[in-house]
T-cell receptor, first 117, second 111 residues
Framework: GAVVSQHPSRVICKSGTSVKIECRSLDFQATTMFWYRQFPKQSLMLMATSNEGSKATYEQGVEKDKFLINHASLTLSTLTVTSAHPEDSSFYIC?????????????FGNGTRLTVT | EDQVTQSPEALRLQEGESSSLNCSYTVSGLRGLFWYRQDPGKGPEFLFTLYSAGEEKEKERLKATLTKKESFLHITAPKPEDSATYLCAVQAASGTYKYIFGTGTRLKVLA
């Protein structure tokens, strides 16, 4: 089955620093990847859609200058949280759809727990 | 507005005690309904996709069903290892193929 790998699984950083999270599709090519954020006991909220070779599409209310997305290859998308603050602490999860088309299910990475001190 | 509501929020079952989780949805045309399992500190793991009313899918102790307004995830004779949060998501037929997730049902199966 389709495997999505996310790294790191946990990161602690100081306020004002930047953190990069990587998302890789291991056994398939993903022209589109999705970045989600999840708060405790809450639903997954879509932050942005990452498109290989072009600019990401951000959801309403998500600051594109704070959450920089780069999708430089068919197997790698990165999310950089710039100038992180404690309110950015959350669980970030990436996902991708395998080559089965728009109706095929999303496969998720194991998430990154970001703690900003 | 497209919406997904899951109930109950939390469920405690004894091992072997069968039950059902509910996912009610309103969407402007359904492209697909998806069930996921999420363990603490992990990403969601795909379970099932349902596309049309009347469709059913099974996997081990889990069976998912779909009507025009809701989906059920039936758990037969659950075991402690079935303890997890079960998420439901819908994808609208129009627009950008986004998933709309419910807040999940936290299932705890006691030995």
């Amino acid at each position: 089955g389709a495997v999505v790998s996310q790294h790191p699984s946990r990161v602690i950083c100081k306020s004002g620093t930047s953190v990069k999270i990587e998302c890789r599709s291991l056994d398939f090519q993903a022209t589109t990847m999705f970045w989600y954020r999840q708060f405790p006991k809450q639903s997954l909220m879509l932050m942005a859609t990452s498109n290989e070779g072009s600019k990401a599409t951000y959801e309403q209310g998500v600051e594109k200058d704070k959450f920089l997305i780069n999708h430089a290859s068919l197997t790698l998308s990165t999310l950089t949280v710039t100038s992180a603050h404690p309110e950015d602490s959350s669980f970030y999860i990436c996902s991708a759809r395998d080559s089965g088309g728009a109706n095929s299910p999303l496969h998720f990475g194991n998430g990154t727990r970001l703690t900003v001190t | 507005e497209d919406q997904v509501t899951q109930s109950p929020e939390a469920l405690r079952l004894q091992e072997g005690e069968s039950s059902s989780l509910n996912c009610s949805y309103t969407v402007s045309g359904l492209r697909g309904l998806f069930w996921y399992r999420q363990d603490p500190g992990k990403g969601p793991e795909f379970l099932f996709t349902l596309y049309s009313a009347g469709e059913e899918k099974e996997k081990e102790r889990l069976k998912a069903t779909l009507t025009k307004k809701e989906s059920f995830l039936h758990i037969t004779a659950p075991k402690p290892e079935d303890s997890a949060t079960y998420l439901c998501a819908v994808q609208a037929a129009s627009g950008t193929y986004k998933y709309i997730f419910g807040t999940g049902t936290r299932l705890k199966v006691l030995a």
